[in-house]
């Protein structure tokens, strides 16, 4: 069965860190970019971070840029999200998908169950 299972996610105070892994079961990513996003309560989910299956590519929000990187393992078979200098507006559910290219959330294969991240004081 493919799937994608996030982890890493927490309580963190404003402007700690957080490390999140996306693993992959049932299939390698080798032939996937891998997309971030993120919902928080009451808003749509919105792209965060993505890398092409090659990793020479990486795009970020503007909202990130700086402060979040997206890096690949392919024989680990996991994709990172490196979140540096959280803020609380960065409080939201985290999911990670694989896609054939890095493009709007419809246009990814896969989901993960997504990973709660909490950054409050």
């Known amino acids: 069965q493919m799937q994608l299972a996030e982890s890493g996610g927490g309580l963190v105070q404003p402007g700690g860190s957080l490390r999140l892994s996306c693993a992959a079961s049932?299939?390698?990513?080798?032939?996937?970019?891998i997309g971030w996003f993120r919902q928080a309560p009451g808003r749509e989910r919105v792209g965060v971070s993505c890398i092409t299956s090659s990793g020479g590519t990486t795009i970020s929000a503007d909202s990130v840029k700086g402060r979040f990187t997206i890096s690949r393992d392919n024989a680990r078979n996991t994709v990172y999200l490196e979140m540096n200098s959280l803020k609380p507006d960065d409080t939201a559910v985290y999911y990670c998908?694989?896609?054939?290219?890095?493009?709007?959330?419809?246009?990814?294969?896969?989901w993960g169950q997504g990973t709660q991240v909490t950054v409050s004081s």
């Open positions: 998908a694989a896609g054939w290219v890095c493009g709007l959330a419809a246009e990814y294969e896969f």
């Open positions: 049932g299939f390698t990513l080798d032939d996937f970019a």
